[in-house]
Each structure stands twice: as C-alpha cells, then as structure tokens.
C-alpha cells in the first residue's frame, strides 16, 4: 500500500467515525421530539419570502389531503396570484380583509371594523378542528396599528384544536405571539430588486 492510499484509508475511517456520531446525536434529537401536535409558526423580519413561504407550506398540506383556512389582513389593491390560484380550490377558505387597511388609507375607524370583522373569521376558523392548516397573512400589522388587541387573539391560538398548524407572517411580530410560538423564522433583507430600480411584477411580488 503507498503512503497516499494509507492516507486515504486513515482518513476514511475518521470520517465514519464522525459521521456515526453525528448519527448518534441526530437519533437521540428524533427520539426526543416525540410530541404529536399542531405548531405555531410566525415568519417575521424585512426580507421578501414571508407570505411566499406560508402559501408555499399551505400548498404542501393541500398535498397531504388537508383542510386550509387563509386570512389575509391586508387588502392588496392587486388581485394576487395566490389568490387566483387559491381561492377557488376546493379545500381551502380564502378570505381577503375587507375595505381594510391598505397604505393609502386614512379612515382609521373603517380599518378598525375591517379588522375586526377579519378576526371574527380567522377566530371560528381556531375553533374548528376540520381546519389542519391556518394562515393569518399580514396580522402582526393589526396589533403595530392597535387594530386588534392581542390577548384574545393568544388566547384564541392557545385554545385552539390540538393538531391544528397555524402560520402568521409579518415584518414585525408581537412579543406575546413570540411567547407562544413553537417556530419563529426571521428573513433578512439582505438584497431587494426593488432598491436595484426594477418593477414590481406578477408572479415575483404579487
Ligand atoms: P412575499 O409575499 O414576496 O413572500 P413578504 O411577505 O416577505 O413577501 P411583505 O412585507 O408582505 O413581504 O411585502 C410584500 C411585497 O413587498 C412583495 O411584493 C415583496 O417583493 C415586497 N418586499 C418584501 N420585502 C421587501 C424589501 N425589503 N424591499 C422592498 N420590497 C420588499
Ligand atoms: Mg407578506
């Protein structure tokens, strides 16, 4: 045997023995997430891929054969292309804020209906176990602007159905849904199109 191949073997060995103890470790993590529920995700921060992600995992649940209720908060002045895409399919409760709050609002009492009304939606929707999958696009807003009040809305979420899957997504995130939240996932700005001069498009923003 050259020098070079007893190198290789040496080092073959050193590698299954790292690779069988990080085994090791990722079996005792698996054994010990044996809990069987329903998770609270919040996907915050000022990066773009919040709302992308919650349809993304609402699409995937769909695949499973899931039930999906969708809130969104904030009134697009666009028609989405989540919502064409969604809104007609058969297991999943589309609803988009009525009049509500857009940027370019200024009836702060209209908004505040608005929102309510969109909570009194999303709160049946956590009292029904038929739903596995909820998204509350855009709420953190509703307690940034004091639309909403968080507590009922905490508790809403913590008396909710045992197996029920729950996403929120906003820039921002209340510190009492950060205390109750099973994931938190926060996405950087690192870079946007935007700043760059080019057009918001179908498809990418919208
Ligand atoms: P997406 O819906 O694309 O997943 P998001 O939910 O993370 O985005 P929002 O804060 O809801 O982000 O804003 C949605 C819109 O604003 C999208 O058109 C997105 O491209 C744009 N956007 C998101 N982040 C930024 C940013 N940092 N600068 C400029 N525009 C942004
Ligand atoms: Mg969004």
Do not use: C
Request: without cysteine; hydrophobic residues 40%; charged residues 30%.
């Amino acid at each position: 045997m050259t020098d070079a191949h007893k190198n290789d073997s040496v080092e073959d060995d050193r590698h299954r023995a790292r690779m069988l103890k990080k085994k090791a470790v990722i079996d005792q993590r698996i054994a010990r997430a044996n809990q069987q529920r329903g998770v609270l995700i919040l996907m915050k921060g000022n990066g773009k891929g919040k709302s992308s992600s919650a349809f993304g995992t609402m699409a995937r649940a769909l695949g499973h054969g899931q039930q999906a209720g969708l809130v969104q908060f904030i009134k697009g002045r666009k028609e989405t292309g989540e919502y064409r895409f969604f809104k007609d399919h058969p297991s999943v409760d589309f609803h988009v804020m009525g009049h509500g709050f857009t940027w370019e609002t200024q009836d702060k009492n209209q908004d505040i209906a608005a929102a309510a009304q969109a909570w009194q939606i999303a709160r049946k929707m956590l009292q029904d176990d038929r739903y596995h999958i909820l998204v509350f696009d855009e709420m953190s807003y509703m307690f940034k602007y004091d639309y909403l009040d968080v507590e009922p809305v905490v508790a809403a979420l913590n008396a909710r159905p045992e197996n029920q899957n729950v996403i929120i997504t906003g820039r921002t995130m209340h510190r009492a849904l950060m205390d109750i939240a099973d994931t938190i996932s926060e996405i950087a700005d690192i870079e946007h199109a935007f700043r760059k001069g080019v057009k918001a498009q179908p498809g990418i923003e919208w």
